[in-house]
């Protein structure tokens, strides 16, 4: 019955969400905005990934955002290849990757792990700044709509408001991904080589495999994200590598609260509300998100979802038993 | 290709490279702590000694303490802010925070002095030094000599005496060795303010070589970071050997094949060292 009433409750908020854009005006920048966020969202839940159930702080995950851009890009102007062909070609570029930088990463761990993966990012847009074949510094520009074949019909879009449904859709599929993963033996196994080593290996598992195996699942989900955003601005280009992606995908990781389902999708909806509707210019902007990400985690490191627990908790005098239990299952 | 003069330039770039990364081996090393807004106190200090000379109109000389007091202050304000997470030795949180902070410190500086690509100019810069065919400027002599003071003082100061000990105590357990009657939050403080004023130092002395913009803090620091890395985190000696390595590596690179793919070759190394050997080459 309760999985009944939540599968329900689900369905609801969906279609709610899908509808939300037309019933603020469905103007363009209302669709634009919500389909980056549901972009951008997806985008953050590989590095929050990393973060949440692993411990680690990828710095990383753009060469995956980017890579899925780049290799839809290039195989949709010179291919004509169809958006299928693109996704799964984004999705294979971006487990090579994650397998040559997991690898060698494979035995540091923390800072050092941060490190290199930051430096590779740093070379990965390097070598997308200077190579010819990736389009150099001027990207990839005039990547045709985006096209999904399926049997009797074909989705096709490149404004945000077209492919605003295929936005929310992969945002969907990524939340169900993800608590999928929450509760299968990888995602407790990565809880527990975070939390408890000692207890990790006691049960024979290997830290490494579980690391790496994590970081190989979650970099598909930012390249995915990054093919639809190619579509999306028709443009693919080193930008793509900048730190406001790294810095956003982090903010939005801890934002709400690391380990909170849906904490990804509110922290880049909040960030993006304020630099769509309340934006205080580039340098401005940058300011604001990047004070959000360090007095989160200096003041609040639960998130607001941790701030709203404590509030909720200071208001109802008397202790409510099970309220605890509830929140630590909905975080675990 | 002239092997002495790309010694030379290797040897130059070298000591720019340590004299930048030794801030941040201090801190590693001896405090165990980290700070990824590294590049963005580097521009900090190089734009703060510009806007003294430029706005203030103070000679280049004058110019390197000013830069030095503002960045070290800085580096207080943000130790001071971060107390808690440093105590708890919290280095997921600590990353993410520092980049928080650089991240701000771009959008803040951009703000205060502009979008615009600037020259720092040191009266050393323009001369050069002729030996017969080969050549160098003044100011690499001066990063040079200065780095390698920087070097000897610090390995003094960690290894022979009491400031020494007591870093390297906190570093070991900051319980413990707060039992023991030091301030550890002290200590994390004076080892954070002396990585911020070296990063400006190293700023104000290697700045000069190319144009300074308010964006460079996330990439110029790379070369830190592989540094870092490749020395053994946190060693002082295996800092100034991978700078040297790495100054060579980048000039004879550079000469040879490309100068454009030199940081994608100099990382690829680091790859196969960690691959090879995960502790960075100083390790046993």
Same mark, same amino acid.
């Given at each position: 019955?309760?999985?009944?009433?939540?599968?329900?409750?689900?369905?609801?908020?969906?279609?709610?969400?899908?509808?939300?854009?037309?019933?603020?005006?469905?103007?363009?920048?209302?669709?634009?905005?919500?389909?980056?966020?549901?972009?951008? #969202?997806?985008?953050?839940?590989?590095?929050?990934?990393?973060?949440?159930?692993?411990?680690?702080?990828?710095?990383?995950?753009?060469?995956?955002?980017?890579?899925?851009?780049?290799?839809?890009?290039?195989?949709?102007?010179?291919?004509?290849?169809?958006?299928?062909?693109?996704?799964?070609?984004?999705?294979?570029?971006?487990?090579?990757?994650?397998?040559?930088?997991?690898?060698?990463?494979?035995?540091?761990?923390?800072?050092?792990?941060?490190?290199?993966?930051? #430096?590779?990012?740093?070379?990965?847009?390097?070598?997308?700044?200077?190579?010819?074949?990736?389009?150099?510094?001027?990207?990839?520009?005039?990547?045709?709509?985006l096209s999904l074949p399926l049997p009797g019909f074909t989705f096709s879009g490149s404004a945000s408001a077209e492919l605003w449904p295929l936005a929310l859709g992969l945002l969907v599929v990524t939340v169900l991904f993800i608590h999928r993963f929450r509760r299968s033996r990888l995602g407790?196994?990565?809880?527990?080589?975070?939390?408890?080593?000692?207890?990790?290996?006691?049960?024979?598992?290997?830290?490494?495999?579980?690391?790496?195996?994590?970081?190989?699942?979650?970099?598909?989900?930012?390249?995915?994200?990054?093919?639809?955003?190619?579509?999306?601005?028709?443009?693919?280009?080193?930008?793509?590598?900048?730190?406001?992606?790294?810095?956003?995908?982090?903010?939005?990781?801890?934002? #709400?609260?690391?380990?909170?389902?849906?904490?990804?999708?509110?922290?880049?909806?909040?960030?993006?509300?304020?630099?769509?509707?309340?934006?205080?210019?580039?340098?401005?902007?940058?300011i604001v998100l990047g004070l959000v990400l360090a007095s989160i985690l200096i003041f609040w490191p639960q998130g607001l979802v941790g701030l709203w627990h404590l509030v909720a908790r200071r208001r109802s005098a008397r202790p409510d038993p099970s309220a605890p239990g509830e929140a630590a299952?909905?975080?675990? | 290709?002239?092997?002495?003069?790309?010694?030379?330039?290797?040897?130059?770039?070298?000591?720019?490279?340590?004299?930048?990364?030794?801030?941040?081996?201090?801190?590693?090393?001896?405090?165990?702590?980290?700070?990824?807004?590294?590049?963005?106190?580097?521009?900090?200090?190089?734009?703060?000694?510009?806007?003294?000379?430029?706005?203030?109109?103070?000679?280049?000389?004058?110019?390197?303490?000013?830069?030095?007091?503002?960045?070290?202050?800085?580096?207080?304000?943000?130790?001071?802010?971060?107390?808690?997470?440093?105590?708890?030795?919290?280095?997921?949180?600590?990353?993410?925070?520092?980049?928080?902070?650089?991240?701000?410190?771009?959008?803040?500086?951009?703000?205060?002095?502009?979008?615009?690509?600037?020259?720092?100019?040191?009266?050393?810069?323009?001369?050069?030094?002729?030996?017969?065919?080969?050549?160098?400027?003044?100011?690499?002599?001066?990063?040079?000599?200065?780095?390698?003071?920087?070097?000897?003082?610090?390995?003094?100061?960690? +290894?022979?005496?009491?400031?020494?000990? /007591?870093?390297?105590?906190?570093? +070991?357990?900051?319980?413990?060795?707060?039992?023991?009657?030091?301030?550890?939050?002290?200590?994390?403080?004076?080892?954070?303010?002396? +990585?911020?004023? /070296?990063?400006?130092?190293?700023?104000?002395?290697?700045?000069?070589?190319?144009?300074?913009? /308010?964006?460079?803090?996330?990439?110029?620091?790379?070369?830190?970071?592989?540094?870092?890395?490749?020395?053994?985190?946190?060693?002082?000696?295996? /800092?100034?050997?991978?700078?040297?390595?790495?100054?060579?590596?980048?000039?004879?690179?550079?000469?040879?094949?490309?100068?454009?793919?030199?940081?994608?070759?100099?990382?690829? !190394?680091?790859?196969?060292?960690? !691959?090879?050997?995960?502790?960075?080459?100083?390790?046993?």
């Amino acid at each position: 019955m309760r999985s009944a009433a939540r599968l329900l409750g689900a369905a609801v908020l969906v279609a709610a969400v899908y509808a939300l854009p037309r019933l603020l005006g469905g103007s363009v920048l209302v669709y634009s905005t919500c389909a980056t966020i549901a972009i951008f #969202a997806v985008m953050a839940y590989g590095t929050d990934m990393v973060l949440s159930y692993l411990g680690e702080v990828s710095l990383g995950h753009t060469i995956f955002w980017a890579g899925g851009a780049y290799v839809a890009a290039l195989l949709a102007t010179r291919a004509g290849a169809n958006g299928w062909v693109t996704a799964a070609a984004a999705v294979a570029a971006a487990l090579v990757l994650a397998v040559v930088l997991g690898v060698a990463t494979l035995r540091t761990r923390e800072f050092v792990f941060s490190l290199v993966t930051y #430096a590779a990012a740093v070379v990965a847009m390097e070598v997308a700044f200077n190579w010819a074949a990736l389009g150099g510094s001027d990207g990839i520009v005039g990547i045709p709509r985006l096209s999904l074949p399926l049997p009797g019909f074909t989705f096709s879009g490149s404004a945000s408001a077209e492919l605003w449904p295929l936005a929310l859709g992969l945002l969907v599929v990524t939340v169900l991904f993800i608590h999928r993963f929450r509760r299968s033996r990888l995602g407790l196994a990565a809880l527990m080589v975070q939390m408890h080593p000692d207890l990790a290996a006691t049960l024979g598992l290997d830290p490494r495999l579980v690391r790496l195996r994590v970081f190989m699942l979650s970099a598909p989900v930012s390249a995915l994200a990054g093919w639809l955003y190619a579509y999306q601005r028709a443009y693919v280009g080193p930008d793509m590598f900048e730190a406001y992606f790294l810095v956003l995908m982090l903010t939005a990781a801890v934002l #709400a609260g690391r380990r909170v389902l849906l904490g990804p999708v509110i922290g880049t909806a909040l960030i993006l509300l304020q630099q769509n509707y309340l934006s205080l210019g580039g340098d401005g902007d940058r300011i604001v998100l990047g004070l959000v990400l360090a007095s989160i985690l200096i003041f609040w490191p639960q998130g607001l979802v941790g701030l709203w627990h404590l509030v909720a908790r200071r208001r109802s005098a008397r202790p409510d038993p099970s309220a605890p239990g509830e929140a630590a299952a909905e975080r675990a | 290709m002239n092997v002495a003069q790309q010694l030379i330039n290797g040897l130059a770039l070298a000591s720019g490279y340590a004299c930048v990364a030794i801030g941040w081996t201090v801190l590693l090393g001896a405090a165990r702590l980290v700070n990824f807004a590294h590049g963005q106190l580097y521009m900090l200090g190089a734009f703060v000694a510009w806007a003294a000379m430029h706005r203030a109109g103070l000679p280049y000389w004058a110019s390197i303490p000013v830069a030095v007091a503002a960045v070290g202050l800085l580096g207080a304000a943000m130790q001071r802010l971060m107390g808690r997470l440093m105590l708890e030795h919290n280095l997921t949180s600590l990353m993410i925070v520092t980049l928080g902070f650089g991240y701000v410190f771009q959008g803040a500086a951009a703000r205060l002095f502009g979008g615009e690509p600037q020259t720092l100019a040191s009266p050393l810069a323009r001369g050069t030094i002729r030996m017969g065919e080969l050549w160098l400027s003044p100011q690499d002599l001066l990063v040079f000599g200065v780095t390698a003071a920087l070097f000897a003082l610090i390995w003094f100061v960690l +290894e022979k005496t009491r400031v020494g000990a /007591t870093v390297r105590a906190v570093a +070991e357990d900051p319980k413990l060795a707060q039992l023991f009657g030091i301030d550890a939050s002290l200590v994390y403080l004076g080892v954070f303010v002396f +990585e911020a004023a /070296t990063v400006a130092f190293a700023a104000a002395l290697v700045a000069p070589r190319s144009p300074i913009l /308010t964006s460079m803090g996330f990439d110029e620091v790379i070369l830190t970071f592989v540094v870092v890395v490749l020395g053994g985190v946190g060693s002082v000696l295996g /800092t100034l050997a991978a700078s040297l390595g790495l100054g060579l590596f980048t000039a004879f690179f550079g000469a040879l094949v490309s100068p454009a793919y030199t940081t994608a070759a100099a990382f690829a !190394v680091v790859l196969a060292v960690l !691959v090879l050997r995960p502790g960075g080459l100083a390790a046993r």
